[in-house]
């Protein structure tokens, strides 16, 4: 029963990288094509070879001699041709396979949801975007070719062989079940095995991956040792399955060889038999043996191809593992497209945001007025960054719905919202590009006079004179050659250079100080009129001017005013007012 499950995955498997071969039908049956002329003009050479050795028998003629010499080199040339045509088709189609694979799979994981993310590892998704892909070239390619290539070369042999003499025929296939058996035995322990092997290698390279980027954390907590401990152990692993593989691969391959062997004594034993009886000629006796040699390699190739096909077959399930996901956050059938332009009025209603460790928002309602200026403030964990990751739909309420000038926003296209929505997030990424393309990321037409101008709103600009190359200076990787401070403040220079109908500034401004923050603020006031922005921060001096402040705990909305109504009301608010004055008065002690 299970293996009938797994012959059904196979077969669903292959069933998925038909669309992928169908754009390259035309190359690829001219391939396949090539490959069937090639084949059929080398199963016609030993059926030349035993006319001219029993012809020559009968009676030599210098002149018939000659014509089958040209005939054998004719045939050769174009079987070397016909050669050439097939390999270059079919294994350039695996090429654009390949191609047209690795833009599907990124393709897909730009679009996959948070909720994907949280449940995958960066390696886990390299490794399939890297081995599983080569893997998957291999079988449309080189697999194909050769599975296809070796069946017709029996077939014809076999054909050719049965109509000249069947019960030689017959003798030198008595090894044929036992290759059947190896095959099937053989490939089913190679693609558990090569699955196993895949599985392994997603943990290295997540494990690279992950103290790569968290190198700082490695060395301050010094487990530079404890960590190279866990990496051999996995390694070891990784090997030690790798080379159980190959002492499968290596045990089926002398087998293969071993039943060669036993047919060509066959042949020799039952052949010899029958010309010194009288029953064949002599060029027939040679005529089986040529297609005996002619068998030799796709018995052997049988092996590679069975091993090829196995590890194909399981890296195209890993990939298709990742292509059958669906983004839990897409657009409508029919989107509603947003008013333009976009006036920013933004009102959540009833949201609840339930997370499994618990957290989140419980039935809460917010209206902020278009062109509004308010903050957002409350206890880590209390929900403020993922109330307004619900505007741009990077998350989805359980319950409610949250509306941006009167319209849902899962009735809209998720990349036209987004597009007019400046998110500044709480964790900031940069590329490891230049600094002019991290601040012009998301805008292609930005000049270099924009850019600037951002980099100067966000008080960048004194910073940037000091680099290097200016603008030009090639960022590490996430940005590691900025500081904490100036990472902000170009991922914020990058959302105002948007020029966003509504500007998130979710904890921006926490790794710079009041003086910074003082001025950033005030290049933003001109940026800031007449948009509606919403300010999360910690900091009461960051939000004392908004127009409005939300107080938000444990999920709900606790307060709600202005800055004087809510130090009046002597909450939570007044509360952190308070302590953070104390703080600048001990600071300057």
Not at 40 to 63: C, F, N, Q, T, W
Not at 441 to 468: C, N, Y
Request: charged share 20%.
């Amino acid at each position: 029963m299970s293996d009938d499950r797994s012959r059904t995955g196979v077969l669903s498997t292959l069933r998925g990288l038909v669309p992928y071969m169908r754009r390259y039908r035309t190359p690829l049956v001219l391939g396949l094509g090539a490959m069937v002329l090639k084949d059929g003009l080398a199963a016609a050479m030993p059926l030349m070879i035993k006319k001219a050795v029993d012809s020559l028998v009968a009676g030599y003629r210098i002149e018939q001699l000659l014509w089958f010499i040209g005939a054998l080199l004719a045939i050769s040339a174009a079987k070397g041709v016909f050669q050439y045509w097939m390999r270059v088709l079919v294994i350039g189609v695996s090429r654009d396979i390949e191609f047209d694979l690795r833009n599907a799979l990124f393709a897909r994981m730009v679009t996959l949801s948070q909720d994907f993310y949280a449940r995958s590892r960066t390696g886990d998704m390299m490794a399939r975007a890297t081995n599983d892909i080569n893997s998957v070239r291999m079988l449309v390619g080189p697999g194909l070719l050769y599975s296809t290539e070796t069946s017709l070369t029996f077939l014809l042999a076999l054909v050719v062989m049965g109509s000249v003499d069947w019960p030689l025929t017959l003798v030198t296939l008595l090894p044929a079940p036992v290759v059947t058996v190896a095959v099937v035995f053989y490939g089913r322990r190679i693609q558990r095995r090569f699955e196993k092997i895949q599985a392994l290698f997603s943990d290295v390279t997540s494990r690279v991956q992950e103290n790569v980027s968290g190198v700082r954390v490695l060395r301050a907590y010094a487990q530079e040792e404890s960590e190279l401990q866990r990496f051999s152990e996995l390694n070891r692993k990784y090997i030690h399955e790798n080379l159980r593989l190959v002492r499968t691969s290596g045990t089926f391959l002398p087998i293969m060889q071993a039943l060669v062997g036993v047919s060509f004594l066959l042949v020799l034993w039952a052949g010899g038999y029958r010309v010194l009886s009288g029953k064949i000629t002599l060029g027939t006796f040679l005529m089986f043996n040529f297609y005996m040699g002619m068998l030799v390699w796709p018995m052997v190739a049988m092996g590679w191809v069975v091993n090829m096909v196995h590890r194909g077959t399981a890296s195209a399930e890993r990939l298709q593992q990742i292509l059958r996901e669906q983004p839990s956050i897409a657009a409508p059938p029919k989107p509603l497209s947003l008013p333009r332009p976009l006036r920013g009025e933004i009102e959540f209603r009833r949201v609840s945001v339930r997370y499994p460790a618990g957290g989140g928002l419980f039935d809460l309602s917010i209206r902020i007025p278009a062109g509004a200026t308010v903050a957002i403030v409350g206890h880590t964990g209390s929900g403020k960054s993922t109330l307004v990751h619900l505007i741009p739909r990077l998350l989805d309420p359980q319950h409610g719905c949250v509306l941006v000038d009167g319209i849902d926003v899962r009735d809209l296209d998720p990349a036209e919202l987004r597009r007019a929505i400046g998110l500044v997030p709480q964790e900031t990424f940069l590329f490891s590009t230049t600094l002019a393309e991290n601040i012009g990321f998301g805008v292609p037409d930005a000049t270099e006079e924009k850019i600037r101008q951002a980099a100067g709103l966000a008080g960048l600009v004194s910073d940037i004179a000091g680099f290097p190359d200016g603008y030009q200076t090639v960022l590490g990787e996430r940005g590691m050659t900025l500081s904490g401070g100036q990472k902000q403040r170009t991922a914020i220079a990058r959302a105002i250079l948007r020029d966003p109908g509504i500007l998130i500034l979710d904890d921006a401004l926490s790794s710079v100080d009041t003086l910074t923050e003082e001025s950033i603020l005030r290049g933003l006031g001109g940026i800031m009129r007449g948009r509606t922005t919403i300010l999360i921060s910690h900091r009461v001096s960051t939000v004392r001017h908004a127009d409005r402040v939300f107080v938000i705990d444990k999920g709900t909305l606790a307060e709600e005013g202005t800055h004087e109504e809510l130090l009046l009301a002597g909450g939570f608010y007044a509360d952190l007012h308070q302590k953070q004055l104390l703080e600048e008065e001990l600071e300057t002690i």
